[in-house]
């Protein structure tokens, strides 16, 4: 398949403003993962710091109402159309940017939440823009155009490069600022851009919350809801939380590693590309998993990635790693998250091929609710231990108990529905 064929069918205007407004809505959704360390300094000045349980907390909530808002959101694309849906909800994170901007210089806590809980639109946008990029492209072409209008999971790599450079020039509010204005752009140009695919093109066939129900009765809906909780959830999860991580852990450590950086500022644009680097092997490494997957089937893959993430989770819990080390160890276990969520999004079609749409949205809830109790497990970890040992013991023991249940299920699914899918699991 060549990319021009994109432009003989379907609607590119649409396909590239699907990919913008999902794109920036990963980008403010994961917005404050890389500016905590500032927003808790700028508290403290004032009387207030937050204690490991309140950082872990403020990150984790953008990511479950991310989870929950995408069925929400996929109910109304049916009922209403993607292009509507999308409008709304864009109007509602940019009014949640300015919020926390004009606010910024007497912000309480409790104020960061209701910020925090309308950043999460923004992470619901996968289940807008990818069923409107969807829509217009026939099943051939389906792979490509998903994968396109998906790529807006580097948006988190973005905010961790910029993010903490904004904040260090012109203070954190600022990012806020930034946000906003060029949300404000992406929704104008959306507006021109993206259409609804007609009835001529796509048939609607609405979800109904029965459809949900019924595959929750299916006992494999809830073994890809626990693979898919901890792939993305352990990839949106550490995505959040790697600066404070970083902060914590390594603040010290820096000039060992080369870099004599004395400016405390310095440190945490340092954290953020560090972080960057390794988000970045998550976000790029999830189509090879995929191919991957293809080539020696998902349910071997995942055995490989699963059991690379449980090894490297292990050596982050009891062994003391300098800077550098560590970072290897974060980038290793970033990309075979990224690959095992490829991996996973292999089997599901052919499983669930006819409920795709209920089932994207089911797993993609369960993928934030995973990243939530990430978030939560590593700040009570920091918290009751002064250290993520504990944190990354729980995640291995995660990891491993969806191993086990691979382990369970493969000769039932090679045998059924494998045995006639037409591809390798």
């Given at each position: 398949m060549k990319f021009g064929d994109l432009k003989k069918e379907g609607h590119w205007p649409t396909l590239f403003a699907a990919f913008l407004y999902f794109d920036f809505s990963f980008m403010m959704w994961t917005m404050l993962g890389p500016l905590a360390t500032e927003i808790?300094?700028?508290?403290?000045?004032?009387?207030?710091?937050?204690?490991?349980?309140?950082?872990?907390?403020?990150?984790?909530?953008?990511?479950?109402?991310?989870?929950?808002?995408?069925?929400?959101?996929?109910?109304?694309?049916?009922?209403?159309?993607?292009?509507?849906?999308?409008?709304?909800?864009?109007?509602?994170?940019?009014?949640t940017l300015f919020y926390g901007y004009l606010a910024a210089e007497s912000i309480t806590y409790d104020q960061l939440l209701f910020v925090a809980l309308g950043l999460g639109f923004a992470g619901a946008s996968f289940a807008v823009a990818l069923p409107q990029a969807g829509q217009w492209y026939p099943p051939r072409l389906q792979g490509t155009v998903l994968g396109i209008a998906g790529a807006g999971n580097i948006g988190v790599v973005i905010d961790f490069l910029f993010a903490p450079k904004i904040a260090e020039i012109w203070g954190w509010p600022s990012v806020f600022l930034v946000g906003g204005v060029l949300s404000f752009i992406v929704l104008i140009a959306y507006m021109f851009m993206a259409k609804d695919a007609p009835s001529s093109v796509y048939k609607a066939n609405p979800k109904k919350l029965g459809d949900y129900m019924k595959l929750m009765r299916d006992r494999d809906t809830w073994w890809f809801n626990l693979f898919y909780a901890v792939s993305f959830g352990g990839f949106i999860g550490f995505a959040n939380y790697m600066k404070v991580y970083l902060m914590n852990t390594y603040q010290a450590d820096m000039s060992a590693f080369g870099l004599n950086v004395m400016d405390e500022s310095n440190v945490k644009v340092i954290a953020g590309y560090f972080g960057a680097l390794c988000i970045f092997a998550g976000a790029l490494l999830r189509p090879v998993g995929g191919a991957v997957a293809d080539k020696m089937g998902g349910i071997k893959s995942l055995y490989v990635f699963y059991g690379s993430i449980v090894i490297l989770a292990l050596i982050s819990a009891f062994v003391t790693l300098p800077f550098w080390a560590a970072i290897v160890v974060m980038f290793l276990i970033m990309a075979n998250l990224g690959m095992a969520n490829g991996s996973v999004f292999q089997l599901v079609p052919q499983r669930f091929g006819k409920d795709i749409g209920v089932m994207t949205g089911l797993i993609g809830m369960a993928g934030g609710l995973g990243g939530t109790a990430l978030i939560k497990t590593f700040g009570w970890s920091q918290g009751a231990f002064d250290g993520y040992a504990a944190g990354f013991v729980i995640f291995a023991v995660m990891t491993m108990i969806a191993l086990s249940g691979i382990s369970l299920v493969k000769t039932r699914w090679r045998t059924t529905w494998g045995a006639v899918s037409g591809a390798r699991i």
């Open positions: 808790n300094e700028s508290l403290t000045s004032r009387g207030f710091t937050m204690n490991d349980d309140q950082m872990a907390t403020l990150l984790a909530v953008p990511v479950l109402a991310g989870a929950i808002l995408r069925l929400v959101l996929g109910i109304f694309v049916d009922k209403f159309g993607p292009k509507k849906t999308a409008l709304v909800s864009q109007v509602i994170v940019i009014a």
